[in-house]
C-alpha cells in the first residue's frame, strides 16, 4: 500500500468525496472493483468517506452496508480478501475505480465475479430482465437486494467461498476438508443425521434449537455443493424456475 500512496495517479484523499455522495446515494460513492492483473470487473459495491480511508489505510477493500448501516471489510469472514493496488477517482470524484489483487472468489454466489449474468436472447426475455433489475424496480430493491445484503444470502456465499478454499488449499484441521477426504458417502452421512435432527427439534424443542439444526444442515448441504461442482447460481437458478 506505500507504493499507493506514493502514486500520483492514486493520490485519493478521501475529503475529495463530496458530502452527498453521488445524488443517488447520499454520503456514499459507488466503487467497482477490477482485478489489476486481468482487468476482469469483479464486483461494485459502496465506500463511505470512513470506508475509503480505512481502505487506504489497511491496503485492503472496505466497504459502507446500506442496509446493516456499518462498514464492512471484504475477506474478513470468507477469507476474500482484496489487497489494493491503485485506486482511481472519475472526472466528477464522484466514483471510485479500485483495482486489487483478489484472493479466491469476489462474488458471495462462489463466481469469480459478480457479473457473470448476461443480458442477451430474444426481445420479451431481455425485457422481463429489465423489469427485474433493482434499480429499475423500487419494491424488488428493497425486499431482495437489501435483504441479500443484510446476510440473508451473503452468508450462505461466504460459507461457500470458505469451504471451497479449505477443499482447494487442503487446509488441515479444517472440518470441512476432512470430510471432503472421508469422501461423498460422509458428507450424505451428514445431511442424513442433520435432517433427522431438524425433524425432532421442529417437533419436541425450541425455535434456537431448531435454527440451529437448521444451519447445521446448510452447512453440510453447502460442502455438498462444492463437491458436486453445484454453484449457488445453479440453485438459485432453478428457484427462480419454480417461482410461480
Known sequence: MADLKKNKKADLKADKMPEKGN??????VPAVIQDFKSGTV?????????SLKKT??????????RSRKKLWN??????????????????????LLIKVQQTGAACHTGNESCFFNILAGK?????????????????????????RRAGELEILGEIYSVASERI?????????????????????KKIGEESIEIVLSSKHQ?????????????YHLTVLMV??????????????????
Open 42 to 50: 469483479l464486483m461494485l459495491a459502496y465506500m463511505s468517506r470512513e
Open 123 to 147: 426481445q420479451e426475455k431481455i425485457e422481463r430482465v429489465i423489469k427485474k433489475l433493482a434499480v429499475f424496480n423500487p419494491e424488488h430493491n428493497e425486499k431482495t437486494s437489501d435483504k
Open 23 to 28: 445524488g443517488r446515494m447520499p454520503g456514499l
Open 206 to 218: 425450541t425455535k434456537e434449537r431448531t435454527v440451529s439444526e437448521i444451519a447445521d444442515l446448510l
Open 74 to 95: 471484504k475477506g474478513e469472514t470468507s477469507g476474500n480478501v482484496q489487497t489494493v493496488k491503485e485506486i482511481r477517482y472519475d472526472c466528477d470524484a464522484d466514483a
Open 168 to 188: 482447494k488449499n487442503k487446509t488441515e484441521g479444517s472440518y470441512t476438508y476432512l470430510l471432503h477426504k472421508k469422501g461423498l458417502d460422509e458428507i450424505l
Open 227 to 244: 463437491e458436486k461442482g453445484i454453484s449457488l447460481k445453479d440453485v438459485g437458478s432453478e428457484l427462480e424456475k419454480r417461482r410461480k
Open 56 to 65: 487506504v489505510e489497511t491496503g485492503t477493500t472496505w466497504f459502507y452496508s
